[in-house]
């Protein structure tokens, strides 16, 4: 894994949040990386599906955990589909 530097211009919330998805991402990463398409759709679409929950007041976590899983698969899976493209 390869440590990388990234610069851009935002606010400190914006930072906390973007860094909090990073570590998630990252934490998922070994995990998920050697799924099948599949797996991936499937876990996207029950976190989106427990946000839903969540704005109903059905849900243990508030949106924003939500939104944090969301944003670290689809952060992630694209990766894995590059890997697996050899790019």
Known sequence: ???????FTADIETI???SNV??????HQ????DKDDYYWITGLVEEVGEL???SLGNHEHPPEVELR???SI?????VKIEEAQGD
């Open 1 to 7: 894994m390869a440590e990388v530097s990234i610069t």
């Open 30 to 33: 070994s995990i998920w990386r």
């Open 52 to 54: 839903a929950e969540e």
């Open 16 to 18: 906390r949040v973007f």
């Open 22 to 27: 990073l570590e998630l991402a990252a934490k």
């Open 74 to 78: 689809c952060m992630n899976w694209p």
């Open 69 to 71: 899983q969301i944003a």
